[in-house]
């Protein structure tokens, strides 16, 4: 079975451009994460959706980054314009229905560097 | 929030030899879930192995189980038999079964194996 898949895997640009990374779910999940990892807060949630509707976004860190989820498997979490301390891994995992212990797979991660 | 901490951020272990990675958090709720995942230096997070909460048995995965303290609010892992491919960052994290589905990861615990 196809796992997540997010693209690309690594993203170098400059400052002030706009960043877009992309993640497909595991078909049939209905819940999808977006999490960053950087070395000094680790793992931290961005917003989750569930069916394609936004659910918690209060770890979106400011305006300058969106998310969207326009069908069930697609979503693109979005930074413009980017700044250096945005460089970080980004994660998107989906799991099944929450209410049961189901796990959040995870995809490979994008590594973001803002120059 | 609920806070997740794990308190060695680096543990060394020589191969077939039995290694436990500690994992303490803080909450107010009776009804959760806890996973322990992996994330070898390619950045995949791997699901190592999950308890639910209101179950008192610990769980096992083959060479992998934990030791679940609900009183003492405990959740360690034990390696047991190590291998090198266990060298990895070992992420504990939480999560609500009533309220909010993002994990909630600690810190993490890099796990040497040698030889």
């Known amino acids: 079975d196809a796992g997540v898949i997010q693209s690309p895997r690594h993203e170098v640009t400059e400052m002030g451009q706009e960043v877009t990374l992309r993640c497909k779910p595991i078909?049939?999940?209905?819940?999808l994460f977006w999490y960053r990892q950087t070395m000094m807060r680790g793992l931290e949630l961005l917003i989750y959706?569930?069916?394609?509707?936004?659910?918690?976004d209060s770890g979106m860190p400011e305006d300058r980054f969106s998310a969207k989820m326009p069908n069930a498997s697609f979503s693109t979490l979005k930074i413009q314009p980017s700044e250096p301390r945005d460089s970080a891994v980004y994660f998107c995992?989906?799991?099944?229905?929450?209410?049961?212990?189901?796990?959040?797979?995870f995809g490979d991660g994008t590594r973001l560097s803002i120059l | 929030a609920q806070t997740v901490t794990q308190s060695q951020p680096e543990m060394s272990v020589q191969e077939a030899e039995t290694v436990t990675l500690s994992c303490t958090y803080d909450?107010?709720?009776?009804?959760?879930?806890l996973f322990w995942y992996k994330q070898p230096p390619s950045r995949q997070m791997i699901l190592v192995i999950r308890q639910e909460a209101y179950k008192q048995q610990n769980a096992t995965e083959n060479r992998f189980s934990v030791n679940f303290q609900k009183a003492a609010k405990s959740f360690s892992l034990k390696i047991s038999d190590s291998q090198l491919g266990d060298a990895a960052m070992y992420f504990c994290a939480y999560r609500s079964a009533n309220s909010g589905y993002a994990l909630n990861f600690g810190k993490g615990t890099s796990l040497l194996v040698t030889p």
């Open positions: 909450t107010s709720e009776s009804d959760y879930y």
């Open positions: 959706f569930n069916n394609n509707v936004p659910i918690d």
């Open positions: 078909s049939g999940h209905d819940y």
């Open positions: 995992a989906s799991s099944l229905w929450s209410g049961s212990n189901q796990p959040q797979h």
